[in-house]
């Protein structure tokens, strides 16, 4: 079946160090990647997302890279700042679904 | 309104009661998704409605959760008969068509005791 997964479940950073999130899946058929941030008792906040025809998309001090061959997904976040701390989620969708496939997430935790 | 709201943002309730969820969705927004999320989890997809009909309702877990939609706007997600494993927070999220960027909302945190 379809799966998405993370390859670490938390990930420690200095403040204004770059950090690199990363996230496996397994369905060659998905087109659609995107990455949600989750702070505590909030909802998914949409960072960046990118289709399969592109294998980079940068936004505001986060970056998106999609590997198809591996099928590898990661977000950079540069100049890491205490607000960034949250938990991380990859999500995929495949053409014609409408539902997204949510990896398990992992925790970034930027200290001071 | 400026996002997806949601409400109650909490509820407990006991074992065998029923409970009703209430999405708001960002207006304009065609489409809108619920979801479930189990404590240090990720997201479980549950139903999608585009418009008020529900092509997707297949990770609805049991024929005790049911939802609906009115007006193109407004969606309910009911339990029935709430058992102690559908404590969670239910999520919901809306986009413009159903290949947009799906927004969400602050979610609904459920205890069943």
């Known amino acids: 079946g379809e799966s998405v997964g993370l390859h670490l479940p938390t990930l420690s950073v200095q403040e204004g160090d770059n950090s690199i999130i990363n996230c496996a899946y397994s369905?060659?058929?998905?087109?659609?990647f995107i990455w949600y941030k989750q702070e505590s008792g909030k909802g998914p906040q949409f960072i960046i997302d990118?289709?399969?025809?592109?294998d980079k998309r940068q936004g505001q001090r986060v970056t998106v890279l999609l590997n198809k061959t591996v099928k590898h997904l990661s977000l950079q976040i540069a100049a890491t700042q205490p607000g960034d701390s949250a938990v991380y989620f990859c999500?995929?969708?495949?053409?014609?679904?409408?539902?997204?496939?949510f990896g398990q997430g992992t925790r970034l935790t930027i200290n001071p | 309104g400026a996002g997806v709201s949601q409400s109650p943002s909490n509820k407990v309730t006991e074992k065998g009661k029923d409970v009703e969820l209430r999405c708001d969705p960002i207006?304009?927004?065609?489409?809108l998704y619920w979801y479930r999320q189990r404590l240090g989890q990720g997201l479980e997809f549950l139903i999608y409605?585009?418009?008020?009909?529900?092509?997707?309702k297949s990770g609805l877990p049991s024929d005790r959760f049911s939802a609906e939609r009115t007006g193109e706007s407004v969606s309910t997600l009911t339990i029935q008969r709430t058992q102690q494993e559908d404590s969670a927070v239910y999520l919901c999220?809306?986009?413009?068509?159903?290949?947009?960027?799906?927004?969400f909302g602050p979610g609904t945190r459920l205890l069943v005791l």
């Open positions: 990118i289709r399969s025809n592109m």
């Open positions: 207006s304009g927004h065609t489409a």
């Open positions: 409605f585009q418009g008020n009909s529900a092509p997707d």
């Open positions: 999220a809306s986009s413009f068509g159903t290949a947009g960027t799906q927004y």
């Open positions: 369905n060659s058929a998905s087109d659609y």
């Open positions: 999500a995929e969708k495949t053409q014609g679904a409408q539902k997204l496939v």
